[in-house]
């Protein structure tokens, strides 16, 4: 069976080329649609070139620039006789048999979406990238993430996405366009809802390549935070634990604004900033490695950026809410 992939991408000069390559040479591949938002590097250029030796890639304009959208075009405009398709993220590195596993994990089981593990690798070579990859595998910062901890394949409500049926994924109207970030659990709510059943094969390893510098992650961070909070008052649903807790921080470190008045004020932050530099630590000394020490900033960053995000996105849900409800 063939499937069609379609990636998302935004400035991905550097992994692009090898990308490409390796879907080319994979005969599971029907047809490979780049859904380009405008990137000013290389991107589209290392695109046009595959194309020229390759007929099954296509470069897609993407106007809306976001991954949700690009993704809905590419299956708009190139799904119609896909019966599976596969999201492939640019910034990500992938195994040799990625898309025959995955096909032969749906043959074997019937999902109708077939979900990933995700680890996080500093293939830049970068420090920071390399505090950010040792945190992001960590439970500090993934919180016990079903896509991130491994395990046994298994039924779940959300993971890191890959193959899809394509009719179920256009039965529920596809990624909601207005979500930037957070895209795809937000999906996952629906597609369970809907009575369709996610699998995480996570025999299935995928390799991520985290941000190089600690306001890139930020921002990402941010608007992952940003992200939830869209999707929590779009189907109204709760936090998970392992959401809770780093949504408090912002409020704990606004806290410590106090601590003039008293010390006490400034605990809750010191004890977690303390908690992210120790786990940091043990992690740099279990690899062995002076970048991997710096894991409990990343961590710190990740948390303060989410948690900020969280709450910037409840208040603009919210005032947006009351918005349309006095122009009803």
Request: charged share 15%; net charge positive.
């Amino acid at each position: 069976m063939s499937v069609l992939v379609v990636i998302p991408c935004l400035n991905e000069e550097a992994y692009l080329p090898g990308l490409l390559a390796q879907l080319s040479a994979d005969d599971n591949v029907a047809r490979i649609v780049v859904a380009d938002g405008g990137s000013t590097d290389r991107s589209a250029e290392i695109v046009r070139r595959a194309a020229e030796a390759d007929a099954r890639i296509v470069l897609l304009h993407n106007p809306a620039r976001i991954q949700s959208a690009g993704v809905n075009l590419a299956i708009k405009t190139h799904g119609g006789e896909a019966a599976f398709f596969v999201r492939v993220d640019a910034h990500a590195g992938y195994p040799s048999n990625f898309i025959a596993t995955l096909l032969a994990a749906q043959s074997e089981t019937n999902a109708d979406s077939v979900t990933v593990s995700m680890r996080a690798v500093a293939r830049l070579g970068a420090c920071f990238q390399h505090a950010a990859s040792a945190a992001q595998n960590s439970a500090l910062g993934a919180g016990g993430s079903a896509h991130r901890s491994g395990g046994a394949r298994r039924w779940v409500d959300h993971g890191h996405h890959a193959l899809f049926r394509t009719s179920t994924f256009v039965g529920v109207g596809g990624y909601d366009e207005r979500f930037s970030h957070n895209e795809d659990a937000e999906l996952d709510l629906r597609i369970v809802q809907s009575g369709a059943k996610i699998l995480l094969a996570a025999d299935i390893l995928i390799d991520y390549y985290p941000r190089k510098t600690p306001s890139a992650l930020a921002r990402q961070y941010f608007n992952f935070g940003h992200g939830r909070a869209r999707t929590t008052r779009k189907h109204d649903v709760a936090l998970k634990a392992r959401q809770l807790a780093p949504a408090m921080i912002a409020p704990v470190i606004a806290l410590a604004a106090f601590a003039p008045i008293s010390v006490w004020f400034a605990a809750p932050m010191l004890s977690w900033l303390g908690l992210c530099l120790g786990y940091g630590a043990i992690l740099g000394l279990r690899e062995r490695n002076s970048c991997a020490a710096g894991a409990g900033i990343a961590a710190a960053i990740m948390h303060a950026a989410w948690s900020l995000g969280f709450i910037v996105g409840l208040t603009s849900a919210r005032r947006d809410a009351v918005h349309s409800s006095a122009n009803a």
